[in-house]
C-alpha cells in the first residue's frame, strides 16, 4: 500500500464553528461528531478532524486545498460573500488580491481559530508535464 494521509487533528476554539466555517467554504458536509472530533473530509479521504482545545493552545498552521476552477469560484465566492479578509499570499502582504502562481489561481483566508487556509487551483510546481 502507498503511503496516504488519512486525517490530521485541527485545534479550535470551538470545533463546530470551525467545521462548519471549512465545509461551507468549501462546499463540503460536516460528519457526525466522533468522541472530541467533528470531521470534515475531503474529496480524496483525507479527515480534518476539528477539536475544541484551549485558545491559549492554537498555534497557527496553514492548510491548503486543491480545487478545480468552479470550485474556486465557489469557494473564494463564498469567502467575499462572508467579508472575510483574503490575500494573495502567505506572509499576508497582498490582500484583496488572489495569486496566478503556476499558471493557476490561489488565495489565502484565515478559519475562525486563526488557521491559514489556502485554496489553490494548480499544485506549487505546476501540473506534472505528459509525456
Not at 65 to 84: I, K, Q, Y
Amino acid at each position: 500500500m502507498a503511503v496516504q494521509l488519512n486525517h490530521t487533528i485541527v485545534p479550535s476554539r470551538d470545533k463546530h464553528e470551525s467545521a462548519k466555517f471549512l465545509a461551507d467554504v468549501l462546499g463540503l458536509e460536516v460528519g457526525p461528531a466522533a468522541g472530541p472530533f467533528v470531521p470534515v473530509e475531503t474529496a480524496n479521504g483525507v479527515t480534518l478532524d476539528f477539536a475544541s482545545v484551549p485558545e491559549g493552545d492554537i498555534r497557527t498552521q496553514h492548510y491548503a486545498f486543491l480545487v478545480s476552477e468552479e470550485e474556486f469560484d465557489a469557494g473564494f465566492g463564498r469567502v467575499r460573500e462572508a467579508g472575510l479578509t483574503y490575500w494573495a499570499d502567505p506572509r499576508r502582504q497582498r490582500e484583496g488580491e488572489i495569486n496566478h502562481n503556476d499558471g493557476g489561481r490561489g488565495v489565502y483566508f484565515l478559519d475562525p481559530s486563526g488557521h491559514a487556509m489556502e485554496l489553490l487551483t494548480v499544485p506549487y510546481g505546476g501540473w506534472p508535464q505528459e509525456k
